[in-house]
């Protein structure tokens, strides 16, 4: 007799099911269970044969040896049977509806869904045919995606049934006709089907075609006083009431303490009384992290209150909105059943395979050239020093592989280059899958990466989660390729030669989500399973996590190829498809159940912030107890709740007083400075702080540079990151061209061309004449640059020549209004003259402070006189200092100019009648150091304001001999004197953006040192 047992929320007939199995002998009888977790569970009774739903169809095919005559399709040959389907159809003009859609990954797994609940819905192509013909009122353009949608439906049976391929919707119709033609054998006596919500229609199919032949008990939950509850069961429930099964309806047997028996008693019923909340909590947190950390805090006072880790359970709605649980587990000490995983393609082997087929994608495309040799694997497998090649960048600019390529065979001729880019070239054919499989295998084989890891483990290179890690990439690999191989096949795609292309797309949807077990789970330790997986099981201790809006109850949105409306109208014609409020009825179903499995204490808790708040279920449960008596305690951590020792160490440090004991632990695990470092970056930045940049120096600075030095008073950190440490940022050369590139362009063009008038009034010449030679001098300076590779031609060159020609053109023009006004003639004599470089004209300027000698270098771009008085000028295509900071003595590098003019080439001060920039993109002299006596005598002087030359001088004299004693010293505290550039090399280390932000909200905007 078949029987359905109508169940309480949270029962189950599990237990009296196998009890009846014992009076069979084994194998007669068999246990149904919609999944693992459950099999696992009856299993461990060891009375029963279990399998899951979707093995049944299988198991009766076996058990009749036909299952020769089956082969299951993988879900990515159904994708790549879909994509060729389409690609036919559109080839065809077939298709014009979903034509837009018709590329996208997402249209082929959107389709695959839907035709897997036509499947499941037990709809043939016909019947949806003839449910589309009596749509009434579907517009032209609507009965067209109907048509596509079914032709793409019946190609799609078709092909698997030409093949004799099935999927798993397949494999369910053939095992019913198999049943209904009375054909099959069954060694079964009795089937039990327990802990489901629903079938689908096959699924009951399934069971009224065994019916006939075996004895069936099925257990489910339905409740007529619980209407909403039961929404999730009423059709599985109606449909097998309506199959002669005769319905028994069981008491409730499970025994709960506090309120919870109330509560489930008496959850979604309408009209109850109010109760206490006993042994029911809430938790708030501010993040999932809090949260997690939260859970696993009154965890650990449980089982130190001797709770047995197996009485306790946590569910959540999703174990995607916990990312990292299994860690967090971990590091506060508690056991879990959760596997510990780490993403597969952030690894350095999928990393490398990727950058792999993506360079034989492009092979002509640097870009690609320079990610795959800057792989991990690229330096070990094939000898590339990638460090040795990223400094290259900086300095030389690659504009294609090829020449990229050239470069490496001649800078890393031990490296076997030739063989990746054999690699490459082979990828970079056209190739049947199965050949890219090969292809791929052969080359995992040879590189040996286990071995690999093996022997650096026994060289103590990695460590034992590094080998699980390297292993479990490889092994993913060679699944992945199989599937491929497996899928290739199946879709009929074998002999067709596909691109890498298309097999890296297939590659990256196989590998996108998956994860790399590092440890198994401990069976023994906290359970954490979805809520949506598990009923009709009791735990003493449940924390049900994730009451947060948009998580439990989780967001359905409405299918996009047919939706909710449409479904209606569908259901109306006999096609049964799902509509999203059936989603919002199995959730509340899942939330119902998940109240159920407690027995002793119920703790809830959900994140809230600025996006989502408590769910709805929160607010439900509120409304069982008089108000104020159940809130959330929100989580802090505290002395008495730190899960784990690092955050008691946290936790304590931040203490202002501490206890003996503890402060003796702090000291020992972190230090006997550990109240000073928890304080640093606040500290360091009051007043005279010793930990602002002060290293300690030797007392010595034997030489220094005037750019080095005009860093410094820009910023001394700055100054110790470029300098000392040399870290300059890394930047590679692209096509774009630098300013500093810019910059040497505009010095070496007017070198060449000044070069060739020095002491000459140029008014006094051909200014046409003159304009065509420094167009040659300019046109043969940018040949020079690109012959040397500092410069790229690029379609833009000719642009971008224009505009340096313009700057160059006005700046001659206003050269020789210049000299032509001037009443005195100071004409070039000087230029790029070198002082204290290597093979420079002149010697270092040494300059004598605190009795030390400091040699001081650079470089003068220009020096103009007229044999008896001079003039300093430095060209700028960019920024320059202003007025104020020459005042200030915050730019230092005309002064030393200046100094080094009088003491390097014997010229006395008084004849030194000044230095200035010369601002190349406004073609004007600007600001500078001047004598005002000889305003009237210099044309760029007559309207300017400029600083006095005496009154910097002064300056800048006192603030050098600064300078050199606090390097002297070791003093380079983080100090800008404006605001911090991008550029600066020590942006990401300094940490003055951090106290810059604290000070904001103190100070205002104002950061500009006095
Ligand atoms: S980022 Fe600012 S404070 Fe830091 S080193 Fe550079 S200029 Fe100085």
């Not at 099999?39 to 739903?53: A, D, H, N, P």
């Not at 505009?803 to 053109?809: K, P, T």
């Not at 093979?839 to 001081?856: G, H, M, Q, R, Y």
Request: glycine residues 6%; charged residues 25%.
């Amino acid at each position: 007799m078949n029987t359905l047992y109508s169940l309480s929320l949270g029962e189950t007939m599990r237990s009296c099911f196998i009890e009846d199995a014992r009076k069979y002998a084994y194998g007669e009888a068999l246990f149904v269970v919609p999944g693992n977790y459950f099999r696992q569970l009856v299993k461990k009774q060891g009375s029963v044969r279990t399998v899951i739903m979707d093995y049944l169809p299988n198991e009766i095919l076996r058990i009749n040896a036909k299952e020769k005559n089956y082969q299951r399709i993988s879900r990515p040959a159904q994708e790549m049977l879909l994509k060729t389907i389409i690609k036919e159809m559109l080839e065809a003009g077939e298709l014009t509806y979903f034509e837009p859609l018709a590329d996208g990954d997402g249209f082929v797994k959107n389709l695959a869904s839907f035709i897997g609940e036509l499947s499941r819905s037990w709809v043939a192509p016909e019947e949806l045919d003839r449910a589309f013909a009596a749509w009434e009122g579907r517009t032209d353009r609507l009965q067209e995606k109907d048509r596509e949608l079914n032709k793409l439906y019946t190609t799609y049976r078709a092909r698997l049934q030409a093949r004799n391929l099935y999927d798993v919707d397949g494999l369910y119709r053939l095992a019913i006709s198999f049943l209904e033609a009375n054909e099959a054998k069954l060694p079964w006596k009795k089937l039990y089907f327990s802990e489901f919500y629903q079938f689908d229609d096959l699924q009951r199919e399934l069971i009224r075609a065994l019916s006939k032949s075996c004895d069936i008990q099925i257990g489910i939950f339905f409740d007529g006083q619980r209407p909403e509850l039961s929404k999730a069961t009423l059709n599985a429930y109606g449909d097998l009431a309506g199959l002669d099964f005769q319905v028994i309806k069981e008491p409730a047997k499970i025994k709960r303490a506090g309120s919870l028996a109330f509560i489930v008693e008496n959850w979604q019923k309408m009209g109850h009384k109010k109760i206490e909340p006993q042994g029911i909590t809430l938790l708030e947190a501010t993040s999932p992290e809090r949260e997690m950390a939260g859970v696993i805090t009154s965890i650990k006072k449980l089982i130190a209150q001797g709770t047995n880790p197996g009485d306790i359970v946590v569910l959540v709605r999703s174990l995607t909105d916990y990312a990292g649980f299994s860690d967090m587990f971990k590091a506060y000490g508690v056991p879990t059943s959760l596997p510990q995983v780490t993403s597969f393609s952030g690894q350095a082997l999928p990393d490398f395979l990727v950058k792999l087929l993506k360079t034989a994608v492009n092979p002509n495309k640097v870009e690609a050239w320079q990610n795959l040799l800057a792989t991990e694997y690229c330096s070990e497998l094939y000898g590339v020093d990638k460090a040795k090649l990223e400094e290259e960048y900086n300095s030389k600019f690659f504009p294609t592989g090829n020449s990229l390529l050239a470069f490496l065979k001649t800078a890393f001729p031990a490296a076997s280059l030739d063989e990746l880019v054999a690699l490459v070239k082979n990828f970079s054919k056209k190739h049947t899958g199965k050949e890219f499989v090969d292809i791929l295998s052969t080359e995992l084989a040879h590189w040996d990466m286990s071995g690999r890891a093996g022997k650096a483990y026994q060289q103590d290179a990695i460590d034992l989660d590094r080998i699980k890690i390297l292993a479990g990439c490889e092994n993913f690999c060679l699944k992945i390729l199989q599937d491929m191989e497996l899928a290739f096949a199946q879709s009929g795609k074998d002999e067709e030669k596909i691109t890498v292309d298309e097999f890296l797309t297939i590659w990256l949807d196989l590998s996108k989500d998956a994860t790399i077990t590092l440890q198994k789970g401990n069976a023994r330790g906290i359970q954490v399973l979805e809520a949506a997986n598990v009923q009709g099981v009791t735990f003493p201790y449940v924390f049900l996590m994730g009451l947060r809006e948009g998580v439990f109850p989780k967001i359905k949105f409405e299918n996009w190829l047919y939706n909710d409306k449409e479904r209606a109208l569908l259901h109306d014609l006999g096609i049964n498809l799902q509509q999203t409020s059936a989603n919002v009825a199995m959730d509340r179903y899942f939330f119902g159940t998940a109240l159920a499995m407690a027995t002793d204490e119920l703790h809830m808790s959900y994140y809230a912030d600025d996006i989502a708040g408590p769910s709805g279920y929160v607010e439900e449960m509120a409304q069982y107890f008089p108000p104020q008596t159940w809130q959330a305690e929100k989580f802090t951590i505290t002395g008495n709740n730190c899960a784990g020792k690092q955050e008691l160490l946290n936790f304590l440090a931040q203490l202002p007083q501490l206890g003996d004991k503890e402060q003796a632990w702090l000291t020992k695990e972190l230090g006997k400075n550990f109240s000073l470092k928890k304080t640093l970056d606040n500290t360091r930045w009051m007043g005279e702080s010793p930990y602002n940049g002060k290293i300690g120096g030797k007392g010595e600075l034997s030489s220094l540079s005037a750019s080095a030095l005009d860093l410094y008073a820009k910023c001394p950190f700055s100054y110790l990151v470029a300098k000392e440490w040399k870290t300059e940022a890394w930047e590679p050369l692209t096509d774009e061209i630098k300013p500093t590139v810019s910059g040497d362009l505009y010095h070496l063009t007017l070198a060449r061309f000044l070069g060739k008038h020095l002491q000459e009034d140029l008014s006094t010449l051909d200014s046409a004449k003159l304009m065509e030679e420094l167009h040659k001098d300019f046109r043969e300076e940018y040949a020079a640059l690109v012959e040397k590779g500092i410069i790229t031609e690029t379609p833009l060159s000719e642009q971008e020549k224009k505009f340096y020609w313009s700057v160059l053109s006005k700046w001659l023009t206003k050269e020789i209004s210049y000299q032509e006004g001037e009443t005195v003639k100071l004409l070039p004599k000087e230029l790029e003259v070198g002082f204290g470089l290597t093979d420079s004209k002149w010697p270092a300027l040494e300059l004598t402070i605190d009795n030390k000698v400091t040699a001081f270098s650079g470089q003068i771009d220009r020096i103009d006189t007229d044999g008896e008085s001079y003039i300093i000028t430095d060209y700028k295509s960019g920024a320059f200092p202003s007025g104020s900071d020459i005042a200030h003595g915050y730019a230092l590098q005309l002064p030393l100019y200046a100094l080094a003019l009088e003491n390097l080439c014997n010229v006395a001060t008084e004849k030194i009648w000044g230095a200035g920039y010369y601002a190349l993109k406004e073609s004007r002299r600007k600001s500078g150091m001047w004598n005002k006596e000889k305003n009237s005598m210099l044309p760029w002087l007559a309207t300017g304001r400029s600083q006095d030359y005496g009154e910097v001088m002064e300056k800048a004299m006192g603030q050098i001999a600064s300078i050199v004693r606090a390097i002297r010293q070791g003093l380079f505290p983080a100090a800008p004197l404006k605001n911090c550039p991008a550029y600066c090399p020590g942006y990401d280390i300094c940490r003055y953006r951090l106290n810059r932000t604290l000070n904001l909200s103190e100070e205002g905007d104002n950061n500009e040192r006095a």
